[in-house]
C-alpha cells in the first residue's frame, strides 16, 4: 500500500504561482503512474494532469494545458505539479493520485491510492 502526501497548498492572487508536492511511501515509487486531481465545491473531482512512471510521458486537462507543469523525481519519491498564471477559477482541494498499472490516464477510477489533499485558493 502507498501512501500519499500533498503539500504546498495556498491562497495565491490571480496570476500568481503554486507548486504542489505529494511525497510517497510504502511502495516502489517508480513503478505507479501519478496523477493530480481537483474537486470545487459542489462540483464533481476533475482530472488535472498525470505522468507516467519515467517522467517521460504526461496528459493534461486542457483547462490547465500551457500553465500547469506536472513533474516526478523518482529519487525523492515525489511527484510535482507547478502552477502558473493561476485563474479563480483554478480554486479547489488538490489531491494526488497513484496506480500501478500502466499508462497515464485520466479517469479517476483507474488510480488505487489517494493522498488527503491540500487546498488552493485563488483571489480574483
Known amino acids: 500500500q502507498v501512501q500519499l502526501v500533498e503539500s504546498g497548498g495556498g491562497l495565491v492572487q490571480a496570476g500568481g504561482s503554486l507548486r504542489l508536492s505529494c511525497a510517497a511511501s510504502?511502495?516502489?515509487?517508480?513503478?505507479?503512474?501519478m496523477g493530480w486531481f481537483r474537486q470545487a465545491p459542489g462540483k464533481e473531482r476533475e482530472f488535472v494532469a498525470a505522468?507516467?512512471?519515467?517522467?517521460?510521458?504526461?496528459n493534461y486537462a486542457d483547462s490547465v494545458k500551457g500553465r500547469f507543469t506536472i513533474s516526478r523525481d523518482n529519487a525523492k519519491n515525489t511527484v510535482y505539479l507547478q502552477m502558473n498564471s493561476l485563474k479563480p477559477e483554478d480554486t479547489a482541494v488538490y489531491s494526488c493520485a497513484a496506480k500501478s498499472t500502466l499508462g497515464v490516464s485520466r479517469n479517476p477510477e483507474a488510480y488505487t491510492n489517494w493522498g488527503q489533499g491540500t487546498q488552493v485558493t485563488v483571489s480574483s
Open positions: 510504502g511502495r516502489t515509487f517508480s513503478r505507479d503512474t
Open positions: 505522468v507516467s512512471r519515467s517522467g517521460t510521458s504526461t
